[in-house]
């Protein structure tokens, strides 16, 4: 028996593809950025606060839910994601806070981006 790894011949010819750059900008700002690779980062325009809510006293839950979100170049929150909830509870209080929330938004090169923050929101 011969090992001998090859095409088989189903796979003759150039399959050279060319090459085209793009830019967010192309893509209709489709880009997300991490904090770390903007100019400024999202600073919220009022207080943010998440409160402990009373279901989740009456029934003992406590925890840190940890978060991760995106600030669209208008400051706005979308694609909320828990990654880890000790709790349904807590999780729909932190996403409920998220979605009223209001950024100034990141920069880069002085035009507004989207940026993916995450989060680690205490209820005790």
Do not use: W
């Not at 088989?8 to 904090?35: C, K, R, Y």
Request: net charge neutral; glycine share 10%; no cysteine.
């Amino acid at each position: 028996m011969a090992l001998n790894p090859g095409t088989g011949g189903s796979m003759a010819g150039d399959f050279a593809l060319t090459t085209f750059d793009l830019s967010g900008s192309d893509l209709g700002g489709l880009e997300i950025f991490e904090l770390g690779d903007v100019d400024s980062p999202p600073q919220p325009r009022t207080r943010i606060e998440f409160s402990y809510p009373s279901a989740a006293r009456r029934k003992g839950i406590t925890g840190v839910v940890k978060v991760e979100y995106v600030v669209d170049q208008k400051g706005r929150v979308e694609k909320i994601h828990i990654v880890e909830s000790p709790d349904r509870i807590l999780s729909e209080a932190t996403e409920d806070v998220l979605r009223r929330a209001r950024f100034e938004p990141a920069t880069k090169g002085g035009t507004a981006v989207k940026v993916r923050m995450r989060a680690a929101i205490p209820y005790r």
